[in-house]
């Protein structure tokens, strides 16, 4: 299983997140770490950011306190038991993974509904609010990179660590405490501007392990 976390070069950074990712770059000495050990540790590296209406390329340190950083969940990603046209199969990545997490905020609606209560809706400041006050509604990753491919070892990637990170986002979603934190009426709602975020993409993988992928929720596709 591989992907990647990174940091948008189009879309600055939702509130939602600021403190998350501002522990993250204050408690890691690297961001992106050297993974291959034929290359040295480097704080100036660039990215390609051909439509951003600037320069070709960017220096990626500029962007870790301005723009959205990825991913926001990890799941399980591989083996997963699979039933198509009676027979039973295993599947890995996304393909398996986004879906058993789209099942899961399903069941949360569906408990929503019966408590008389408005489905989720836009799902990312509800996760990272619930991240701060309930720390147990994710299993928190802490080892592992994604400094690699299914073909050769990269010379940088991102590291796990506690808490929020940019190789398993805020960690494994933990059904029954989710089920625990679900909002009531009386919760005050997230801002507009947290509610209809400029992201339009598909969810993204991100590997940090083998077998274990990670995922980026936008307005569109889980919800």
């Known amino acids: 299983i591989t ?5 948008s070069v189009y879309r600055s950074q939702p509130s939602y997140q600021a403190v998350e990712v501002g522990h993250y770059l204050d408690h890691e000495s690297c961001a992106p770490c050297a993974t291959s050990r034929s290359v040295p540790p480097r704080q100036n590296l660039s990215t390609p950011c051909p ?13 870790l306190t301005l723009t959205r950083a990825a991913p926001d969940v990890a799941l399980p990603g591989n083996a997963y038991p699979t039933l198509v046209n009676v027979t ?3 599947f890995d990545g996304t393909s398996a993974s986004a879906p058993a997490f789209a099942a899961m905020i399903s069941l949360l609606n569906a408990e929503q509904g019966r408590r008389g209560q408005p489905p989720l809706g836009f799902l990312n400041p509800w996760l990272y609010a619930t991240s701060r006050r ?5 299993r928190d990753v802490v080892l592992g990179d994604i400094g690699a491919t299914e073909i050769n070892i990269c010379d940088y990637g991102f590291r796990a660590a506690p808490g929020w990170d940019p ?3 805020l960690g ?5 405490a989710l089920r625990a934190a679900l909002p009531s009426a009386a919760s005050k709602p997230a801002s507009m501007a947290d509610r209809l975020p400029a992201e339009t993409e598909a969810p993204s993988l991100a590997a940090f392990a083998p077998g274990a992928s990670a995922l980026t929720l936008f307005s569109v596709g889980l919800l």
């Open 172 to 176: 494994v979603p933990q059904f029954k």
């Open 134 to 138: 309930h720390p147990s509604a994710f």
């Open 88 to 90: 039973l199969g295993l």
């Open 51 to 63: 439509y951003a209406g600037g320069p070709k390329t960017c220096d990626l340190r500029g962007l």
């Open 3 to 7: 992907s990647s976390g990174y940091w």
């Open 167 to 169: 190789a398993t986002g």
